[in-house]
T-cell receptor, first 111, second 112 residues
Framework: GQQVMQIPQYQHVQEGEDFTTYCNSS?????IQWYKQRPGGHPVFLIQ?????EVKKQKRLTFQFGEAKKNSSLHITATQTTDVGTYFC???????????FGKGTHLIIQP | DTEVTQTPKHLVMGMTNKKSLKCEQH?????MYWYKQKAKKPPELMFV???????INESVPSRFSPECPNSSLLNLHLHALQPEDSALYLC???????????FGPGTRLTVT
């Protein structure tokens, strides 16, 4: 079945440092979505990427979708304590109704 | 209204009990989902309903039985669960299955 691998599993950063999480799929994805889950909370949708090579920005967050539509990344510039949480990528194969989530990257920020 | 609601928030049940989890959305979404999430793990897809029809059952044991009475409601009926079924059960909805998903706050289930 489809696998979506995500690294790193944990990332400790000092506040103000940058952060990147990477996602790789074993199969071509029709789109990829990114979610954030705060401790004790539920996943919250951040963005969806659909086109090969697509880059989208949301303030300090930059999302990329690879040319082959098999990998994606999320980069946060100058982390803040509000960025704490787990970031999940989730891929959808063409024609499939469900999402396969990566294992997530737990972002821990030290003030 | 961009909210998905789930009841109850917490549920403790014995292995012989029968209980139901409820999920509701009023965003006009036509796809609804059940996920299971263990601590520090990603959500695992259980069921997908599209236009009130079950479109995906991810080989979930029959002790979990989903039901979609109408386009706004999704239930998960539980019977004869095992302690390893203890987890956070998340409901989500989306406009269609290819669109972004809105998650509810979840039901924290403990099976004793």
């Amino acid at each position: 079945g489809q696998q979506v691998m995500q690294i790193p599993q944990y990332q400790h950063v000092q506040e103000g440092e940058d952060f990147t999480t990477y996602c790789n799929s074993s199969t071509t994805l029709s789109n990829i979505q990114w979610y954030k889950q705060r401790p004790g909370g539920h996943p919250v949708f951040l963005i969806q990427l659909v086109k090969s090579g697509e880059v989208k920005k949301q303030k300090r967050l930059t999302f990329q979708f690879g040319e082959a539509k098999k990998n994606s990344s999320l980069h946060i510039t100058a982390t803040q304590t509000t960025d704490v949480g787990t970031y999940f990528c989730a891929g959808r194969r063409g024609g499939a109704d469900g999402l396969t989530f990566g294992k997530g990257t737990h972002l821990i920020i030290q003030p | 209204d961009t909210e998905v609601t789930q009841t109850p928030k917490h549920l403790v049940m014995g292995m012989t009990n029968k209980k139901s989890l409820k999920c509701e959305q009023h965003m006009g979404h036509r796809a609804m989902y059940w996920y299971k999430q263990k601590a520090k793990k990603p959500p695992e897809l259980m069921f997908v309903y599209s236009y009130e029809k079950l479109s995906i059952n991810e080989s979930v044991p029959s002790r979990f039985s989903p039901e979609c009475p109408n386009s706004s409601l999704l239930n998960l009926h539980l019977h004869a669960l095992q302690p390893e079924d203890s987890a956070l059960y998340l409901c989500a909805s989306s406009q269609k299955t290819s669109y972004e998903q809105y998650f509810g706050p979840g039901t924290r289930l403990t099976v004793t």
